[in-house]
């Protein structure tokens, strides 16, 4: 049942003591947290008493790995959003509208940043997903705009909007090459007009992806940087490689090596931090990312669980920690939840393991590619089992009406597409 937001929840009122179980955030690994404790339960043998809470600042679940399509114009924001009540209804999951400003672990009690009473847990979820990294760059704050909320992505959409009017004069600088800034540069690929350069003739496009290491994708094999580089500039894309930024002002970048890269907007897409600061008594890595155990609950906390990007979570039998990605937020929430039905059942908990279920990466409506471990293929056809991915993503959690509602969405007004081939032969000077 939907709860009234403003309802006390006490979890130790005498008169009703009931296991609260509360997961803090409704992204990729809170809802599949809270949906697996669930489903769980349902399939065990035996009856408990408990309220599963999961508390979200909306009602709305943002698809994060669309906003560069919102941000680029090409998808309406309200298609990159599941309405969560109906979901959580049907599994009897209560949605706390509000935000979390501080967590006592100690007293097992949370805080919210308005005048909702404290709540208090039995057994807990953090998975409030990360934040932009700004690595302590001047300017960051006051003049980027992240890559990381819808309003932000619309806030993008407004300056492609208006670049598509006039593209001539300072663009957009996109700072990070990683999968965020790649996907959006290549989106915009398809919607910017380019423009001939007056000093070289060269058909340009008004965007500047700005990487700081060598190469595009770091973490990736070489083939899939190579075949980005290639896709993005053969586009009209600038891009600049091994550009560690120093400042940015509203004029547009200032580089380490003094040179600068005018724009009228910079989109920050430089990394992520685990979201963790309002857990002050946790213990986390320089990223801010919670350490946790194979069975992904905190240190000396284990009714304490933390999963998708504000976790490092390690899977059992790997060396590397997870990348901050949507399916291993995914996979980890499942882990979560299951884990959280045993703890609350007295059963074994069961340790993390995971699924290499590969990498896709869209290259604009019409290119994608698949990363298999080493492997990478490429092709049109990649794209529409990227988009097959992300509607059984929706139909998986949300059920065939809200996808259904979704595609209707999607299907909004969207600029025409400039031209999706190749403009230019234009190769912008590498650095390093
Ligand atoms: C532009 C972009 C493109 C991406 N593309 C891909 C891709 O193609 N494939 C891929 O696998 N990954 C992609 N990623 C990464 C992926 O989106 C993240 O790894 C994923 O969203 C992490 O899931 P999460 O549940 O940990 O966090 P989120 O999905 O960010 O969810 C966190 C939730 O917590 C809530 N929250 C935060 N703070 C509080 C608080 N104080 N109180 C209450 N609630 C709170 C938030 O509102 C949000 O609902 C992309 C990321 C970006 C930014």
């Known amino acids: 049942m939907m709860g009234n937001v403003n309802e006390p929840m006490s979890a130790s009122s005498p008169a009703r003591r009931r296991l609260v179980q509360v997961v803090i955030g409704a992204g990729y690994a809170g ?20 309220e599963l809470i999961l508390v979200n600042p909306t009602d709305k679940q943002t698809l994060v790995t669309q906003l560069y399509r919102v941000a680029a114009g090409t998808l309406p924001a309200a298609a990159a959003q599941i309405d969560l009540g109906p979901i959580l209804a049907a599994y009897g999951i209560r949605l706390l509208t509000a935000t979390v400003h501080e967590v006592d672990l100690e007293h097992r009690q949370i805080y919210f940043t308005d ?25 960051v704050m006051e003049y980027a705009i992240p890559l990381y909320g819808l309003a ?27 999968l965020a800034g790649v996907e959006l540069a290549a989106e915009l690929a398809e919607v910017l007009p380019a423009v001939p350069e007056s000093s070289t003739g060269a058909r340009l496009r008004p965007v500047t992806l700005v990487e700081a290491t060598p190469q595009l994708l770091p973490g990736l094999p070489g083939k899939v940087s190579r075949l980005a580089l290639t896709h993005l500039q053969e586009r009209g894309i600038r891009v600049r490689l091994g550009s560690p930024v120093a400042q940015v002002t509203g004029a547009g970048l200032i580089l380490r090596d003094g040179s600068s890269v005018p724009a009228r907007a910079t989109v920050w ?21 919670l350490l946790v155990n194979s069975f992904l609950q905190l240190q000396d906390r284990p009714e304490v669980f933390a999963c998708g990007d504000i976790a490092l979570a390690t899977a059992q039998g790997r060396s590397q920690p997870d990348a901050p990605t949507a399916q291993n937020a995914i996979l980890q929430g499942a882990a979560v ?30 290119q994608a590619a698949a990363v298999f471990g080493s492997t990478v293929l490429a092709g049109r056809h990649w794209q529409w089992i990227k988009e097959a991915v992300e509607a059984h993503y929706v139909w998986s959690v949300a059920g065939l009406g809200a996808l259904l509602l979704q595609r209707l969405a999607a299907g909004g007004p969207r600029p025409n597409p400039t031209s999706p081939t190749v403009v230019s032969d234009h190769r912008v000077a590498l650095k390093a």
Do not use: C
């Open 269 to 289: 897409a430089a990394g992520v931090r685990g979201h963790s600061r309002w857990v002050p008594a946790a213990t986390r890595d320089r990223r801010g990312r």
């Open 337 to 366: 939840g299951a884990n959280l039905e045993r703890l609350a059942s007295g059963r074994p908990l069961v340790p993390y393991r995971a699924r290499n279920l590969g990498l896709l990466l869209a290259l604009g409506r019409h």
């Open 152 to 178: 932000e992505a619309e806030k993008v959409a407004a300056l492609v909007s208006q670049l598509r009017q006039d593209p001539t004069g300072p663009g957009l600088a996109i700072v990070g090459g990683g």
């Open 31 to 50: 809802l599949s947290a809270a949906l697996a404790a669930r489903r769980a339960a349902r399939t065990g043998s035996h009856k408990r008493n408990s």
């Open 115 to 139: 005048d909702q009473p404290p709540l208090t847990y039995d057994q807990l979820v953090l998975a409030a997903g990360s934040e932009p990294e700004t690595f302590g760059i001047p300017g």
